[in-house]
């Protein structure tokens, strides 16, 4: 720091220049006003000190023509004089503070400490730099708490850093601060005082705390803040010490990986015995449960994996997949537990049994043919269908294995494979996933193929000349009706809170939610959502739940829809009001999800069995009249659509009026019910069968013709052969059966017309004798 | 909320050492632990937790038979049972909800979230 001593008394400049360099501060003096001024001009000072009576220029014009020129840093006056007029004048005229005189050494060294300290940020007396410190008043540096000793120039150097933490100083400037004009050296030894001060610090271990700055000069630099640690909150907490509880809990763990290995070993042996199966399917599933919890995310899944591959071993022919998927869950252990953050574990990947609204379907086309396999890719992304290929049934098996699709689309004739294996797999995949969607797709159209996949399983034909688009527009028909378990609830509240906790959670149940939050807009939303339940506030601005509820339960369409309502009033009068508008059930609020949930269900399970019982024939479990010819008329819409043949055949046993007398009622009931069943079992579920009524069935077979019909029905007349009935009497007798055959849509358009020739059919086949098939 | 006190009963020893460890830290709340069935309803009944969460799979007396046993005994038929299970079908979920769990909780799960799970699952919550 460089200081202007101006005054005429030389005995007290000279005191004061003693002082101030023991402080290490560079001083000059002037003994004059005008030479004051002149210094003030030539050079920088930080702090000047003033005597008010200075020959040629007295202090206060000095002060005032220094403020006047922009000098900005402080300035002492000193004064013999007690009278506070001049002090005023002085303060007035720019100066920062006054000494009167006479006064003690300390007491001005003091006040210019305090003025320089104004200069600085910091209002602490003490400078400091991280663990550096500088003591003005004692001239102490200290490090760490360990004292630094420190040349002149080198406290200088410090200091002025200290004092202007963000400034950068050239050599020529820290010449000016820091040097008086006498003893001025040239700016090679600014660099030198540098070197050495740096050279200081780092002795003590102070290391940069002076850095510089390439072109400009040196600064101090920034000190290293200590890392404020964010605090770690309560669930971190936790999975920090599940973590760490993983050292010592691992042991465990490990066992049940040694029985995987184990495992692994007997199945490449060509022999996993059923206990040790068992036993590793336990294991794997036991660590598809711990492994997350101890920040093995992906441990619990590949868990999962192995666990899914155990309980259907033979499933999978490579033995290669299992060893890929045990080996990657050992490494995966190998390697240090990872945090996990919030959420991670909230969306389980959850196994929905059938596809949820919302989620994309998945098609695994079973085809040797590359080209179809990728035309398809690309159309189906823009259907909204996820498609995985497989080009042989082995990768099938494993693609199933891996991920159970939502539909699959086989084609039953691989050259390269032996013609029985697509059938094989047929058959396989109909016994593990009965309710698993099969389209059949195949190029050589043999009908021996269609026959022997019918029998096999009960799937559907698609010829392979249909174009992608069509096919997808067929698999998109069939996963709608194939998905019988999707709900759909239909919540209205004006309350977007409900609604939004609702969103929350019936999705993990697999309903799909809609929402609505104004009652006026019901109907259009009924119609276009059709749920199978609808939640209703009580309370709400235009139309209020218990009259929507009323209206409701007296339109045609609607009256049998379940609707169920949430209200924050208990009273029994609004209860009492609620039920005697139609509800079905009442749940208040605040609600709790597994409460609501459940209630849904039940609500929904019950309302299931009233609909089963409208739709099937109670003596025989079939369809009955209704529900067999609205069956029909959607499997009409999708013939003329895609262009597919669609037979219509009626049947009549045969004598069944004297089967009745002779045999007893009971007897002719079990007859029905026999032959109900026989057709049920030759046909697919996909097929139509049903009770027309009295001893008259109805079977509608999609995809096939009168003439590829007529074979299967050849199986019935011989199933129907061999059957003997015995009655209550214990008479053994046989029963016969008569069948009329039309197809759409060369004999009729319609339902109606289609019955009605194949009535005539029928008629023309028993008074041709009986026991069989006419086609019109 | 005052604290509350749960009974995990789980046969295996880590995932009822996390779960304890997990309910202390975020919530400080008390945990009793049984390894078996008989163990457990034991404690139920001596102890009447807040809540109980039950392993489906277990040896011996399993983690259903248990659900039952509890909501047979009047000593502990008002405690809510939740059930731990390591299998995520939904429609299995939704069987277990329709034998009387108050909800069920995916194994593995979260540390950092199990307490607040519980508390959302039982409407604790909601207060």
Partial sequence: ?776 | MSEKCILVIDDEADIREIAKMSLQITKNWEVLTAASSNEGVAIAEAKQPDAILLDVMMPGVDGLATLQNLGKNPATQNIPVILLTATVKVVTQRQYVQLGAKAVLIKPFDPGLLASQIEKALGWDAK
């Fill in chain 1, 1 to 776: 720091m460089r200081i202007l001593v101006v005054d005429d008394d030389e005995l007290l400049a000279q005191t004061l220049v003693t002082h101030l360099t023991a402080q290490y501060y560079a001083v000059d003096v002037a003994t004059d006003g005008e030479a004051g001024w002149d210094y003030a001009e030539a050079a920088t000072y930080d702090l000047i000190v003033l005597d008010v009576n200075l020959p040629k220029l007295n202090g206060i014009r000095l002060c005032q023509k220094l403020r006047q020129a922009g000098y900005s840093e402080p300035i002492l006056l000193l004064t013999a004089k007690g009278e506070s007029s001049d002090k005023v004048i002085g303060l007035d005229a720019g100066a920062d503070d006054y000494v009167v005189k006479p006064c003690t050494i300390e007491e001005l060294g003091a006040r210019i400490r305090a003025l320089l300290r104004r200069q600085t940020a910091s209002p602490n007396p003490v400078l400091t730099w991280g663990e550096l410190r500088l003591n003005p008043s004692t001239c102490e540096v200290t490090y760490q708490e360990s004292p630094l000793s420190l040349s002149p120039k080198e406290y200088g150097l410090l200091e002025l850093f200290l004092r202007s933490p963000q400034r950068v100083f050239n050599s020529s400037l820290i010449l000016e601060h820091l040097w008086g004009f006498e003893d001025s050296p040239g700016e090679e030894t600014v660099r030198t005082h540098i070197k050495r001060l740096r050279r200081r610090l780092k002795s003590v271990g102070a290391e940069d705390v002076i850095e510089t700055i390439y072109g400009m000069g040196y600064r101090l630099k920034p000190p290293i803040e200590p890392p404020i640690e964010p605090p770690v909150s309560l669930p971190d907490q936790a999975r920090n010490a599940a973590m760490e509880a993983w050292e010592y809990l691992k042991g465990t763990v490990l066992e049940r990986l040694v029985i995987l290995d184990r495992a692994v070993e007997a199945f490449q042996a060509g022999n996993l015995p059923e206990s040790i199966r068992s036993d590793a399917e336990q294991a794997a599933h036991k660590l598809a449960g711990s492994l997350g919890m101890f920040g093995f995310p992906e441990g619990s899944r590949l868990g999962r994996e192995i666990e899914r591959w155990f309980q259907n071993p033979n499933w999978l022919e490579s033995p290669l997949h299992l060893q890929t998927i045990v080996t990657k869950l050992h490494q995966e252990l190998q390697r240090p537990p990872s945090p996990v953050s919030d959420g991670l574990f909230s969306d389980p990947e959850v196994e929905e049994v059938p596809s949820p609204q919302g989620k994309t379907p998945v098609l695994l086309m079973i085809d040797d043919d590359v080209i179809l396999l990728q035309q398809f890719q690309q159309s189906a992304t823009l259907a909204g269908i996820q498609v995985e290929t497989a080009l042989s049934v082995t990768e099938a098996r494993m693609r199933i294995a891996q991920r159970v699709p939502d539909i699959v689309l086989l084609d039953l004739g691989f050259p390269d494979a032996p013609p029985q294996e697509g059938l094989v797999l047929l058959e396989e995949l109909g016994d593990r996933f009965p309710r698993l969607p099969i389209l059949i797709f195949s190029v050589s159209d043999q009908f021996h193929d269609r026959l022997e996949a019918a029998r096999r399983s009960k799937h559907r034909f698609i010829s392979k000349s249909t174009p992608p688009d069509q096919v997808l527009d067929f698999v998109r028909e069939v996963l709608k009706n194939s998905q019988p378990d999707e709900i759909t609830v239909l919540a209205v509240d004006d309350d977007p809170l409900i609604l939004e906790t609702l969103r929350q959670f019936l999705p993990r149940w697999g309903i799909n939610l809609v929402t609505l939050s104004d009652s006026q807009q019901l109907w259009e939303t009924l119609t276009t959502t059709m749920p199978d339940l609808l939640i209703l506030d009580v309370e709400m601005p235009n139309v209020n739940g218990i009259e929507l509820c009323q209206v409701i339960r007296n339109d045609g369409n609607w009256n049998q829809l379940p609707i169920l309502f949430l209200s924050a009033l208990r009273d029994s009068e609004t209860v009492h009001h609620i039920y005697s508008a139609g509800a079905d059930d009442y749940i208040s609020k605040p609600f709790v999800e597994p409460e609501l949930v459940t209630r849904i269900f039940n609500r929904l399970e019950r309302n299931r069995l009233l609909r089963n019982l409208a739709e099937t024939d109670q003596l025989t479990g079939i369809a009955n009249r209704r529900q067999s010819m609205k069956e029909f008329n959607r499997y009409l819409t999708l013939s003329q659509r895609y262009v597919q043949p669609l037979c219509l055949a009626v049947l009549d046993l045969d004598h069944f009026k004297q089967v009745n007398d002779q045999y007893g009622h009971d007897s002719g009931d079990r007859v029905l019910k026999r032959f109900a069943q026989i057709l049920r079992n030759v046909f697919c579920n996909e097929e139509i069968v049903g009770r027309w009524g009295g001893e008259e069935f109805l079977v509608g077979l999609y995809g096939f013709t009168k003439q590829q019909a007529k074979l299967r029905f050849d199986q019935i007349f011989q199933l129907m052969r061999q059957e003997s009935f015995i009655s209550s009497e214990n008479a053994v007798f046989k029963v016969t059966f008569s069948a009329g055959l039309a197809q759409a849509p060369i004999d009729g358009a319609d339902f109606h017309h289609l019955y009605r020739v194949a009535d005539a059919a029928l008629y023309q086949a028993k008074t041709s004798g009986r026991d069989r098939l006419i086609c019109a």
